[in-house]
DNA sequence: AAGTGGTCTAGACCACTAT
DNA sequence: TAGTGGTCTAGACCACTTT
């Protein structure tokens, strides 16, 4: 397949019966006549006036467009210049923990084994992360989540331990972690702020992993928000390297 | 501050002398509410047409601000049935290479250093990452990027050597990761396939990098490919896991 | 002054879901 | 049937940039 192919493999004209909306047709037009180089970065694109013009769209769905190819970075809009082709920036690239959703999917072969549930005296880092007083009672938890009969995350997690505040229920939601990662999530989390670190195994993870030493992983830190903003839990998992693998695209994709 | 507080902390009408969108303003308004709890995970959001008598807005107007809480993943929209607050879901986290651009950001401490390029034989792997045949001539590039005089990142590269191809430029442009990471980004790359991955540091790579071993790194695998779609180039950053970390927040965010 | 993108209106029509 | 979200129109007015 050649360059001027690509150009002629998508009709360059909006399909009224179709079930896609105009918008969309109009954006993968644009977005298929970059790729296939007839706009390089840089070139600015024709006015929304000519595309209403060109494709019989109104300016309304034009906008809608450029706006959608503007969100995926394709093109960047100035006011009273114009639009034009964005170059590549790697900056934008961006992976997420869909991935992660991939190994919990099939939850028959998904288990999440409990090796400890107590509740002990907030050390001095706990507690900074749950906001509360170094020696409160705060409860921990480890886990190991196993997919495939393979131990695949080990995870050590500090909760809120507060007669007042509705523990039972926000440990069993957030135990079921499944639930947070592929399924319907969490009603009483408002929000999570995510870290991801590379680090060294030891020992103990090593051998909850089935993992010679030394060994890489990644470490994924969290820590949960009521809505009260107040910290639920603190905890991190450790995933081993091999079975895990961050992936993503960044440029024009057809 | 309480929930009550936060609730009214912004004004609940579109102010139509303000700078901000009307419905931006419409879309903060929602979240700052589903923030103080006004509305949970799972409520229903009063329908467009009461949004549009409520805050004097056209529909258009309304629809445009529940796309943005659509887009940040805060509410879920359903046809016919109304528009929902959604739970958190981890799967929805994203963490993107722009916190690898702070590194590069300050461009008089950021120093790239050529230690090697030469042309060698492709091996098999390189063949098949760049799509030429095993033997073929490609450029071997290893260079050590520092920021303020410390070591961050040592990066390995297998660039297409074909004198019918714009090499040159194309090795230029690639060159100036600063370019690629904070900067205009690249002209001739249409798009690139990203990985990241945690790794046990080699000795050459620690020595490099200055630390001792075992040491865990970030791996950052990229391939890059033209407006052709063919491969331009391979390889791979590694990083201190000591000097990098990527973060990010899920959920609703004031 | 002319051309560009940015916002907004006041409807219309359609598809889907519930009752 | 009534109510919901989804798309689209044909303009209007504004802010900004270039000539």
């Known amino acids: 397949m ?4 690509r150009r002629n493999s998508r009709p360059n004209t909006i399909d009224r019966t179709s079930f896609e909306p105009a918008y969309s047709q109009l954006a993968n037009i644009l977005k298929a006549q970059i790729a296939a180089g007839a706009f390089r970065p840089g070139d600015q ?9 060109t494709y019989g769209v109104s300016p309304m769905t034009v906008r809608r467009s450029i706006n959608l190819l503007a969100d995926q970075d394709v093109v960047a809009t100035a006011q009273g210049r114009g639009t034009f082709v964005k170059r590549l920036q790697l900056g934008t690239a961006a992976f997420d923990l869909g991935e992660l959703q991939n190994l919990f999917s099939d939850e028959r072969t998904t288990s999440v084994r409990l090796l400890d549930a107590r509740i002990v005296a907030a050390h001095e880092r706990a507690a900074n992360k749950l ?16 997919t495939d009969e393979r131990p695949a995350f080990y995870h050590r997690e500090y909760l809120i331990y507060d007669p007042r505040r509705p523990i039972v229920e926000s440990e069993m939601e957030i135990t079921s972690l499944s639930g947070l990662f592929s399924g319907s999530g969490s009603a009483i989390v408002k ?28 470490l994924l830190e969290h820590i949960f928000y009521d809505f009260e903003d107040r910290p639920l839990s603190w905890g991190w ?3 081993n390297s ?3 693998r961050f992936t993503t695209t960044v440029g024009i994709q057809d």
Chains 1, 2 share one sequence.
Do not use: H, K, W
């Open 2 to 5: 050649t360059a001027s192919d």
């Open 45 to 53: 694109l024709p006015s929304e006036g000519q595309l209403c013009r």
């Open 131 to 146: 906001a509360v007083s170094v020696g409160d009672n705060v409860i921990y938890i480890r886990r190991l989540i196993t």
């Open 191 to 218: 929000r999570a702020d995510l870290a991801i670190n590379a680090t060294l195994m030891n020992e103990e993870e090593a051998n909850l992993l089935q993992t010679q030493l030394p060994a890489a992983a990644f």
């Open 237 to 239: 998992f450790i995933a």
């Open 242 to 244: 091999e079975r895990l």
